[in-house]
């Protein structure tokens, strides 16, 4: 009988195309990849919950540069791993490193999530974070009062208000006028109000993360930056501290 041929150990693939094994990691960043938060040395570890060891070219046709195509990018920054949404692999130069660890898969739908800016204090005296949903809310257009007052933005409010109310001894179809443009204004600035508001009271944009609400990007901003407090939850708090009455009822 003829002596059965033994087989060779192949070499590592990425199990699904056949091709070898690779990751992929930012060695330069381009204004895209700023846009969205990313950094040097930040390295992919799945498309859409699924782990990715396929290289550049197989990057390249899932996230086309026609920005044909949303997915969610698992990106690993230290120990942290973190979601964000693209619809390009153009972020910058990626480099070939070594292939991610196998991780169990949880598919991810990129039209269940949303982009979420986050910010942060640089005064170590007041350790807070905020954030705002990227996509362009649609209150903002509708109900611009309600969503500037709702996102404290309360100078635009001001401006808002004000304009209206001397508009209105023209007439009332002219303040309706006056009500409707702002509100157009707003809509279409609405991140840029938003983040220059928050910069202008000492915070400043560190990351941007995908989360299907804000609950859940809180929840990942606490996780990347452990020693930071809501904005809002540490006024309450330091108000609380403020007032003796309430501190001792609290104690």
Same mark, same amino acid.
């Given at each position: 009988?003829?002596?059965?041929?033994?087989?060779?150990?192949?070499?590592?693939?990425?199990?699904?195309?056949?091709?070898?094994?690779?990751?992929?990691?930012?060695?330069?960043?381009?204004?895209?990849?700023?846009?969205?938060?990313?950094?040097?040395?930040?390295?992919?570890?799945?498309?859409?919950?699924?782990?990715?060891?396929?290289?550049?070219?197989?990057?390249?046709?899932?996230?086309?540069?026609?920005?044909?195509?949303?997915?969610?990018?698992?990106?690993?920054?230290?120990?942290?791993?973190?979601?964000?949404?693209?619809?390009?692999?153009?972020?910058?130069?990626?480099?070939?490193?070594?292939?991610? #660890?196998? *991780?169990?898969?949880?598919? !991810?739908? =990129?039209? %269940?999530?949303?982009?979420?800016?986050?910010?942060?204090?640089?005064? @170590?005296?007041?350790?807070?974070?905020?954030?705002?949903?990227?996509?362009?809310?649609?209150?903002?257009?509708?109900?611009?009062?309600?969503?500037?007052?709702?996102?404290?933005?309360?100078?635009?409010?001001?401006?808002?208000?004000?304009?209206?109310?001397?508009?209105?001894?023209?007439?009332?179809?002219?303040?309706?006028?006056?009500?409707?443009?702002?509100?157009?204004?707003?809509?279409?600035?609405?991140?840029?109000?938003?983040? #220059?508001? *928050?910069?202008?009271?000492? !915070?400043? =944009?560190? %990351?941007?993360?995908?989360?299907?609400?804000?609950?859940?990007?809180? @929840?990942?901003?606490?996780?990347?930056?452990?020693?930071?407090?809501?904005?809002?939850?540490?006024?309450?708090?330091?108000?609380?501290?403020?007032?003796?009455?309430?501190?001792?009822?609290?104690?």
């Amino acid at each position: 009988m003829a002596k059965k041929p033994t087989e060779q150990p192949a070499a590592e693939t990425d199990g699904v195309s056949g091709l070898m094994a690779t990751g992929l990691s930012l060695a330069q960043v381009n204004p895209a990849g700023a846009s969205l938060g990313l950094q040097k040395g930040d390295t992919l570890q799945a498309i859409n919950g699924v782990t990715f060891t396929q290289g550049i070219k197989t990057l390249r046709e899932r996230l086309p540069s026609d920005h044909s195509k949303l997915c969610v990018l698992t990106i690993r920054r230290g120990a942290m791993d973190f979601d964000v949404l693209t619809d390009t692999h153009e972020l910058g130069k990626w480099a070939d490193v070594a292939p991610p #660890a196998e *991780r169990p898969n949880k598919r !991810l739908n =990129p039209k %269940a999530l949303c982009n979420w800016e986050l910010f942060k204090s640089t005064d @170590e005296t007041r350790p807070v974070y905020d954030l705002q949903p990227l996509p362009v809310p649609m209150m903002a257009l509708i109900a611009a009062p309600m969503w500037l007052a709702q996102t404290r933005l309360w100078s635009a409010l001001a401006t808002q208000v004000a304009l209206v109310a001397l508009s209105l001894p023209v007439g009332m179809w002219v303040a309706g006028v006056v009500y409707a443009v702002t509100s157009l204004y707003v809509w279409r600035a609405s991140r840029a109000l938003f983040r #220059a508001d *928050r910069i202008a009271q000492g !915070l400043t =944009p560190f %990351a941007v993360i995908a989360a299907p609400n804000e609950i859940a990007a809180r @929840e990942v901003c606490e996780m990347m930056e452990p020693d930071l407090t809501y904005a809002f939850l540490y006024r309450e708090d330091a108000e609380d501290q403020d007032d003796p009455d309430k501190a001792m009822a609290g104690g």
